[in-house]
């Protein structure tokens, strides 16, 4: 099913390698579009508006936190053209490379930069930032805080305490910008919830489709909201969503196959990639043809002729109100 050159690509590859493969060579390939930053996906071209316009409303002198921030694309993309005078960042990343690079990026763009963490999340939730934060911005970061591997799984605790977290750590008035994919809708989640019913158990299968459906309880129907009253009874939250019918494109359909492993198929260790895995997918995807969305692109355009799969994402604006 799937093609040699992609079987030969993936064959001798770790787990860990073949993550990198199929996130950052396909997903994240570059665009030569300033404000449509990545030819695999159309995420970010889709939030960017609604990003620019909370950093352009932001008072002189505010901080910005980036929870996860990678490498820190932004800065370039939109950020440094729309930053209020006499701002700083506080930086959060485990990638110590992603780390630096982004560093760079704010020195080059000549923003302050206040605090540098390097860690994972989960690591600094009992953390006060030396300032409280104008706007936090947490985008496609929430997909580890779960372990549904666990038998105590508890799908609700680690993105509530995420959440919690981050509005701790807003000033009043402050909002966090917190953007994730709806895999309830998305083929990359619906791929991960086949490949687990049809090659470990029920078990699994349930708990995945239950922390779906919890994330968007949760994020997109405003459950949490609850959860931030109950705890700053002073403060009342307000919350904005949006939601982004986005899509993911690849050269090929074992493109599309290889992005589909993202969410759940490849465990982040240095074990051999299982190669099936990715015939699996890729079968998935001729299967499910109709279901998301599979075609070519017709527009003229840099992914003319590219085959896209729908992949709708979710951003949660949250605003820290008095009452």
């Not at 549904?148 to 995420?162: M, Q, R, S």
């Not at 309830?184 to 489709?209: F, H, I, S, W």
Request: aromatic content about 10%; proline content about 5%.
């Amino acid at each position: 099913m799937i093609s040699q050159s992609i079987r030969m690509e993936f064959d001798q590859l770790t787990n860990n390698e073949a993550y990198l493969n199929s996130f950052c060579k396909r997903v994240m390939k570059l665009s030569s579009a300033p404000l449509d930053p990545f030819v695999g996906n159309t995420q970010r071209k889709d939030f960017i508006p609604l990003l620019s316009q909370l950093i352009k409303q932001l008072p002189t002198e505010s901080h910005i936190f980036d929870v996860g921030g990678g490498s820190g694309e932004m800065i370039d993309l939109l950020i440094k053209k729309h930053i209020p005078q006499n701002a700083y960042f506080t930086i959060n990343e485990p990638n110590s490379k992603m780390l630096q690079e982004y560093i760079h990026r704010l020195e080059n763009a000549n923003i302050t930069i206040g605090e540098c963490i390097q860690s994972p999340v989960e690591d600094i939730f009992e953390k006060k930032l030396e300032r409280p934060a104008d706007l936090v911005i947490a985008s496609h970061v929430i997909y580890h805080l779960v372990d549904w591997h666990k038998t105590n799984f508890l799908p609700e605790k680690g993105l509530v305490t995420f959440v919690k977290f981050l509005y701790s750590q807003l000033k009043l008035g402050g909002k966090i910008f917190l953007a994730y994919a709806d895999d309830e809708q998305g083929y990359v989640g619906q791929a991960t919830v086949d490949y687990y019913n049809k090659n470990y158990n029920q078990v699994l299968t349930d708990r995945l489709n239950i922390l779906y459906k919890t994330r968007n309880q949760l994020l997109a129907e405003k459950g949490v909201a609850r959860y931030l009253t109950e705890e700053w009874p002073m403060f009342k939250p307000k919350l904005n969503i949006h939601k982004f019918d986005s899509v993911f494109f690849g050269e090929t359909k074992d493109d599309l196959a290889a992005m589909a492993l993202i969410s759940g198929i490849i465990p982040f260790n240095e074990q051999p990639f299982d190669i099936s895995k990715l015939i699996f997918t890729r079968q998935f995807i001729e299967e499910n043809a109709d279901f998301i969305g599979l075609k070519q692109e017709q527009a003229p355009g840099e992914r003319q002729n590219m085959w896209k799969a729908n992949q709708p994402q979710v951003v949660c604006v949250i605003e820290k109100c008095a009452l």
